[in-house]
């Protein structure tokens, strides 16, 4: 069962540009989103969901992750910025009807700079992974 249906309170993105649709798991360690991919995606091209797509899904999940820890502790939620993304490996772009199950791990936070762990699953399968270096306003 989702946490949360309705992401908009914990991400600062707004249509068309929100790339998460529910937030199913949420801790310290980390998060776990959903995302249906739809023909009226504005990172869909072709029947699939494209690579800037996968890469801004996991920095969405991310910030899901600390829009639900702020609003926990009542304080606002930030906006943040992709600072830098490592280790990017796409096996596959999904298409359009499947349904993305991203997780992602802190690995380490300092002052307003988050470094996670980010994968993209389709079912069991991995398709996309990354390092991805966030900082948030403050």
Request: one cysteine or more; a negative charge.
């Amino acid at each position: 069962m989702s946490i949360a249906v309705d992401i908009l309170p914990y991400i600062p993105q707004r249509a068309p540009f929100v790339m998460v649709q529910t937030l199913e798991q949420c801790d310290a360690a980390g998060a776990v989103t959903q995302l249906m991919v739809s023909d009226d995606n504005v990172l869909v091209a072709g029947g699939v969901f494209t690579e800037p797509g996968l890469v801004e899904n996991i920095a969405q999940t991310a910030a899901a992750h600390m829009g639900y820890s702020c609003r926990q502790e009542n304080k606002p939620v930030p906006v943040g910025f992709i600072g830098a993304v490592q280790q990017l490996k796409i096996t596959r772009l999904p298409k359009t009807g499947e349904r993305l199950t991203t997780a992602i791990v802190i690995k380490n936070q300092i002052f307003n700079a988050t470094i996670v762990a980010g994968t993209v699953s389709i079912r069991d399968e991995v398709i996309a992974s990354c390092e991805m270096r966030i900082f948030t306003a403050e």
